[in-house]
């Protein structure tokens, strides 16, 4: 099955700095790759996401690239704020009889200082 | 429209005990998963559900049970709860592939 690894497991940075949150994953037929932030005792809510026939998607703030040849995909947040603090995960899933099964990475605690 | 809810949001029950979570939904999605959220592993799936009536297997399914008898309703059920189960438990539902909403979770801690 499908493995995602997640790196760093913790980042902290000073506001209006930027972040990179790194995943890999195993499986060559995964085309779909969420990125969900969880806050303190929330829900995970999405983010961003994109699909394998796009390399790069932004928006504002937030961009995600792929890398489909490595299998890895990566978050990027610019000008970070204190309210981004939270975990970030990031998930795969095939397509197919996958049924938009997900699988996540272990998570990054994301946390910036003003 | 109240989105993916749970119920109950807190739970404590005694090693062997059973109990039976539920998730519900109210944007006519046709899949619905449950996942458990455990420190440093992020959310794992136990079990999901493609329409009323189908369930399947997930990453981590034994000790669990599911049942999906209406489309709105997709149900967990511990047997006879262990200290393993303790976890936070999260449902979503989803438009077939399409963007996964998750339920605001339910805190199980088993003694």
């Known amino acids: 099955g499908e493995n995602v690894e997640q790196h760093p497991s913790t980042l902290s940075v000073q506001e209006g700095d930027s972040a990179v949150i790194k995943c890999t994953y195993s499986d060559s037929a995964s085309n779909y790759f969420p990125w969900y932030k969880q806050e303190l005792g929330k829900r995970p809510q999405l983010i961003i996401d994109i699909r394998s026939n796009v390399g790069e998607k932004k928006d504002q703030r937030i961009a995600v690239t792929l890398n489909k040849t490595a299998k890895h995909f990566s978050l990027h947040i610019t000008e970070t704020q204190p309210e981004d603090s939270a975990v970030y995960f990031c998930a795969a899933s095939a397509g197919g009889t996958s049924y938009g099964k997900l699988t996540f990475g272990q998570g990054t605690i994301l946390t910036v200082h003003p | 429209n109240a989105g993916v809810t749970q119920t109950p949001k807190f739970r404590v029950l005694k090693t062997g005990q059973s109990m039976t979570l539920l998730c519900a939904q109210d944007m006519n999605h046709e899949y619905m998963y449950w996942y458990r959220q455990d420190p440093g592993m992020g959310l794992r799936l136990i079990h999901y559900?493609?329409?009323?009536?189908?369930?399947a297997k997930g990453e981590v399914p034994d000790g669990y049970n599911v049942s999906r008898l209406k489309k709105q309703n997709f149900l967990l059920g511990l047997e006879s709860a262990a200290p393993s189960q303790t976890s936070v438990y999260f449902c979503a539902s989803s438009y077939r592939e399409k963007t996964q909403y998750f339920g605001p979770g339910t805190r199980l801690l088993v003694l």
């Open positions: 559900s493609v329409g009323e009536g189908t369930t």
